[in-house]
């Protein structure tokens, strides 16, 4: 493969990390979020940094969320899911044509912008892993609704479409829900298989999906299952207790690292 010679080995190392990461979220294991900010940090053109890193994970996430998907196909609780779509497609809409479309669209984010979002979203999700059980403890157990379809799905279709950032909307969502473990695995899987096939069209249209970011997608490919099969040996066979509190410790830095490296 010639054109991976434009890659330093080391860059090649934390872009594969990072879809390994991903990879094992997919599988049930909590640690994707880690993934696009590490990958911003250390793409080899910062000066679209963070608009090349989200466009080249959409067909990585939808690879991912098909293999993942294969694990939990049995316990996906597709009438939950329902739902959150009529919103979720609207939301993926307005934020193609605010946040990934040209500079010259009617709101167009800088790609320095895009950085300090994308960071400001991920201390925003350590704020609420932290502040998660107070939540979780104000909140009754709870069916989903169109109402709650709405409001998740519209938020849904805008974080995820911005920065592939939609696991904690999700979360709050499912949680109230009380799913057991496999449902709700399975059932998160199943929603963003569905909305970054959606995200897939806006992205082409808008040429933020590029060839030679497929090439490298496609070579770094066996990292996927690999990925997605240890989080789900991982989300079985271990407490997630014990890595969480590291976890979101790296977000955290990494996330700071973003936002002061764009100003």
């Not at 090649?12 to 590490?38: D, E, N, T």
């Not at 998907?69 to 979720?88: C, D, E, K, M």
């Not at 497609?89 to 040209?102: H, R, Y």
């Amino acid at each position: 493969m010639e054109f991976l010679s434009q890659y330093a080995a080391l860059d090649l190392f934390w872009i594969g990390l990072s879809l390994f990461l991903i990879g094992m979220s997919k599988g049930g294991f909590p640690v994707g979020a880690i993934a696009l900010p590490i990958l911003i940090l250390v793409w080899p053109t910062q000066a679209q940094a963070a608009r090349a890193a989200v466009g080249f994970m959409l067909p990585m996430l939808c690879v991912m969320d098909l293999v993942a998907l294969s694990f939990y196909w049995r316990h996906v609780q597709w009438g939950r899911i329902l739902y959150l779509l009529p919103a979720t497609t609207i939301g993926v809409v307005v934020a193609s044509f605010l946040f990934v479309s040209d500079e010259s669209a009617l709101i167009a984010v800088s790609d320095r912008a895009l950085k300090i979002l994308i960071g400001a979203m991920g201390i925003l999700f350590v704020g609420y892993f932290a502040a998660k059980k107070w939540i979780l403890r104000h909140i009754h157990a709870s069916e989903p609704t169109w109402a709650k379809g709405l409001g998740f799905g519209f938020a849904a279709g805008m974080t995820s479409t911005l920065a592939h950032a939609a696991g904690p909307v999700m979360q709050m969502y499912l949680l109230p829900q009380q799913l057991e473990k496999k449902k709700f695995a399975g059932t998160s899987c199943a929603f963003f298989w569905m909305l970054n096939l959606i995200k897939l069209l806006p992205f082409t249209m808008l040429g933020r999906i590029q060839p030679d970011n497929l090439k490298l997608g496609a070579a770094l490919l066996p990292v996927i299952p690999l990925g997605v099969a240890f989080g789900w040996w991982l989300t079985h066979k271990t407490e997630q207790k014990h890595y969480t509190v590291l976890i979101y410790a790296v977000l955290l830095i990494t996330s700071a690292t973003l936002i002061l490296k764009a100003l």
